[in-house]
């Protein structure tokens, strides 16, 4: 037992750094990309919704009439005190609210910058990913669009994998919690690409069948990208308006 | 805490309750958050069961593994280093572990744990395709895999084959849900079973709930 050398690894760790350098690839950054938006998203709800039930002790009346997130952040930006949201509401400044100091609503303030530079970030983010996809993935830009497409390519692992999916396969990719539901209830018909345009906009009787259609030409642009860098979108688009619109007329 | 011994630097300890634990190979550094234990001077790294599956099989009541101090075993599966750490802290500096990830930003982890434990031999490539990996591959003295893959267990086999020492002893980690998802668990579990009889004499086979949910842990032995 004791003739045996003590293990020297070096070889097989520098031989592992090389391959792992040569293989991470920007699909792996847009997949990192994708998920500091996911958690950003939910860093912003989060901190929302407990500035919302710290404003709302303070000042319930105005609270009650900006609920939804956007108008919060517009109405309180330019000043949170009681006299200065009252006018901008059109409601009395007596509250029967929590009366704060005048460091507490500095920090209220504070924090709601916070929640500003969050949906900063998310804005970011999503200007990066799209022009991402608008330089290197240009199919995949015109055709799925690169909220979807960057959500896609972050499902599959890369471009390579999204290019050899079958287009059932990526229609339905996201939505791996229904598929598996097993006997509990029906397939779905759509994944992340419930969001795109042609989906949302038709009726729901015939989603399913443009979804099938939809799918396959994202699963067309995908392996043009990764196969070719042309620009087909023009052409893909054209088939995929074409396909829709005999859905739509019934035929 | 009272120490009881179960594989080469592998023990039950007691304090308040039963945990197992391994002798860390590389002392005051922990791997992924687990707990340091000081005892009679040496120290101790909490094996938890819900990490790893080895762990869990030992919970279970498993029999001990047989790979011990000085071997060389060969990992599959060897995701970011949990599991390989205290494999490598059984084998110690005078074993080898060859851990063999796909994943390159897994890759990445194990790579930065193969800097402090000199007895891990990471490479990054598939298992089912070890002769193109590009780099020597011994044989080993003890095979362990933990790949959820449809065709995990013909990966299992093919390496068993190939790499095992006669004699030796291998154990998969079967996840039912990999293979087939709609079947019942205990009937997949059951065929992945009587497949791998066909090549080999299965020792034992350990269900490891509730600590790892679906996955069953099988032991066969080369003849």
């Not at chain 1, 509401?89 to 005048?102: K, Q, R, T």
């Not at chain 2, 869990?56 to 001990?64: C, S």
């Not at chain 2, 790579?111 to 490479?123: A, C, D, G, Q, Y």
Request: with cysteine.
């Amino acid at each position: 037992m004791d003739d045996k050398p003590r293990s020297d690894n070096s070889k097989y760790v520098e031989e592992a750094k090389k391959r792992i350098k040569d293989r991470l690839s920007l699909d792996d950054f847009i997949r990192k990309l994708v998920a500091m938006d996911a958690e950003t998203k939910k860093a912003e709800n989060t901190l929302f919704k407990a500035l919302f039930d710290t404003y709302f002790l303070y000042f319930p009346e105005a609270a009650n009439l900006i609920r939804d997130k956007e108008k919060f952040v517009s109405t309180l930006s330019d000043g949170i005190k009681r006299e200065e949201v009252s006018s901008r509401l059109g409601i009395p400044a007596n509250s029967m609210g929590y009366d704060l100091s005048e460091t507490d609503l500095s920090s209220i303030s504070d924090a709601l910058s916070q929640l500003v530079g969050l949906s900063g970030l998310r804005t970011m983010i999503n200007l990066k990913l799209s022009s991402i996809l608008e330089e290197k993935y240009i199919n995949l830009f015109k055709v799925a669009g690169p909220e979807i497409a960057s959500k896609l390519i972050s499902l599959s692992g890369s471009l390579k994998s999204l290019s050899e999916m079958p287009s059932g396969k990526l229609q339905v990719l996201g939505a791996e919690k229904s598929i598996f539901n097993g006997r509990k209830a029906k397939t779905p018909k759509y994944g992340v690409i419930f969001f795109h345009p042609e989906i949302q906009n038709s009726a729901d009787r015939i989603k399913g069948r443009v979804a099938r259609v939809v799918a396959s030409k994202i699963s067309l642009a995908a392996k043009v990208d990764f196969f070719s860098k042309e620009d087909k979108s023009g052409q893909i688009l054209k088939k995929m308006r074409k396909e829709i619109d005999k859905i739509k007329n019934g035929t | 805490m009272e120490l009881k011994r179960v594989m080469d630097n592998v023990y039950w300890g007691f304090n308040g309750r039963k945990r197992l634990v391994s002798l860390n190979m590389t002392p005051s550094k922990q791997v992924y958050g687990e707990e340091l234990f000081d005892i009679g001077g040496k120290e101790y790294r909490e094996w938890n069961p819900f990490r790893s599956k080895i762990s869990a099989a030992l919970y279970k009541g498993a029999k001990p593994l047989s790979f011990k101090e000085g071997d060389t075993v060969l990992y599959l599966g060897a995701s970011s280093g949990t599991t390989v750490s205290h494999v490598s802290d059984v084998v110690s500096a005078k074993g080898r572990v060859y851990a063999v990830e796909i994943s390159e930003e897994m890759g990445v982890s194990l790579v930065l744990l193969s800097e402090s434990r000199k007895n891990i031999f990471p490479i990054i490539g598939d298992a089912r395709r070890i002769e193109d990996v590009g780099i020597a591959v011994p044989a080993c003295d003890f095979l362990y895999q933990d790949i959820a893959q449809r065709d995990q267990t013909d990966i299992f086999i093919k390496n068993v084959k190939k790499f095992l020492k006669p004699g030796g002893e291998a154990a998969i980690a079967l996840k039912a849900m990999s293979i087939d998802v709609y079947s019942d668990p205990r009937k997949v579990i059951m065929e992945e079973t009587k497949k791998l009889s066909r090549s080999f004499r299965v020792v034992a086979s350990i269900d490891l709930y509730p600590y790892q949910k679906g996955h069953s842990l099988v032991i066969i032995k080369k003849g």
